[in-house]
């Protein structure tokens, strides 16, 4: 992407900025594209990719703003917003980074001058199918959650109302995703410990930092719970447990056509 077209793009998000230099701040910090993102693939998981580095702090910090000044967590009682249909310009311009931070990649898109064989064996290990990525509009639902420390989200697969392909998108705190796989035989357990009949079933722990993203499909999305359990003791990664402070989470998705 040229200066150009980056100006054109933040121009058209937040508008003409008051200054040169504030706008060209902006540009130089708008760097999804080019910086190549990095993705890995959480491999205990199919269809469970992590780039956790598809937001610079500038832009968790403008999409933090166009949040807030939306106005939906006005009291601390309201800690959740859903919208269907039509999103804010903010979240649509934050699917087509999304698409953006795949499709820029190396990794997945290689240079057309690959031989075709090489384009379908990256394309295999792709963050989503090619038919996901590719429909219109890539995502019809938001939910913005605000949780504030010690809040989180109990263990659930997201309703079957939605489509394959799901997006988080974290901001300020970090926190661990614990993803377990549903098995219909599966009790779970007051300890927060998910157990299978005999043996302990798998839990897999996975580190969200601030500005990073999930993508859910596949297994990931329908044979996999996934909780944020920010409750003491819970939110331990590499031997430490996390600070907490407010997380704000955005969570995008495509609603089923209806038969
Ligand atoms: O807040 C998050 O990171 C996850 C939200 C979520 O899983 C949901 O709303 O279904
Ligand atoms: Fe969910």
Same mark, same amino acid.
């Given at each position: 992407m040229?200066?150009?077209?980056?100006k054109l793009i933040l121009t058209s998000v937040f508008g003409d900025s008051s200054s040169e230099t504030e706008e060209e701040d902006l540009c130089n910090s708008i760097s999804v594209v080019e910086k190549n993102p990095n993705w890995d693939r959480v491999k205990e998981i199919q269809g469970l990719w992590l780039c956790?580095?598809?937001?610079?702090?500038?832009?968790?910090?403008?999409?933090?703003?166009? $949040?807030?000044?939306?106005?939906?967590?006005t009291t601390a009682s309201h800690?959740?917003?859903?919208?269907?249909?039509?999103?804010?310009?903010?979240?649509?311009?934050?699917s087509s980074f999304i698409r953006?931070? $795949?499709?820029?990649?190396?990794?997945?898109?290689?240079?057309?001058?690959?031989?075709?064989?090489?384009?379908?064996? !990256?394309?295999?290990?792709?963050?989503?199918?090619?038919?996901?990525?590719?429909?219109?509009?890539?995502?019809?639902?938001? $939910?913005?959650?605000?949780?504030?420390?010690?809040?989180g989200i109990c263990a659930h697969v997201d309703l079957m109302r939605f489509d394959d392909g799901i997006a988080i998108v974290s901001l300020e705190s970090a926190c661990v995703m614990h993803f377990t796989r549903v098995k219909s035989e599966a009790c779970d357990c007051e300890d927060g410990e998910v157990k299978e009949e005999g043996s302990h079933m798998m839990?897999?722990?996975?580190?969200?930092?601030?500005?990073?993203?999930?993508?859910?499909?596949?297994?990931?999305?329908?044979?996999? !719970?996934?909780? $944020?359990?920010?409750?003491?003791?819970?939110?331990?990664?590499?031997?430490?447990?996390i600070n907490q402070r407010r997380r704000t989470s955005v969570t995008l998705?495509?609603?089923c056509q209806p038969k």
């Open positions: 040229d200066e150009q077209e980056q956790r580095d598809f937001l610079s702090p500038e832009r968790q910090a403008l999409l933090l703003s166009s $949040i807030e000044r939306e106005g939906w967590f800690n959740q917003a859903m919208r269907f249909g039509d999103l804010p310009e903010w979240a649509i311009e934050l953006e931070a $795949i499709c820029c990649s190396d990794e997945f898109y290689p240079d057309s001058c690959e031989d075709p064989t090489t384009y379908q064996d !990256k394309a295999k290990a792709c963050p989503l199918s090619f038919e996901l990525l590719w429909r219109e509009p890539l995502f019809d639902q938001l $939910i913005v959650n605000m949780y504030q420390p010690g809040e839990m897999v722990p996975v580190f969200l930092p601030p500005g990073s993203l999930v993508l859910m499909s596949g297994e990931a999305r329908y044979l996999w !719970k996934h909780e $944020i359990n920010r409750k003491p003791g819970f939110q331990v990664w590499e031997g430490h447990e998705r495509k609603l």
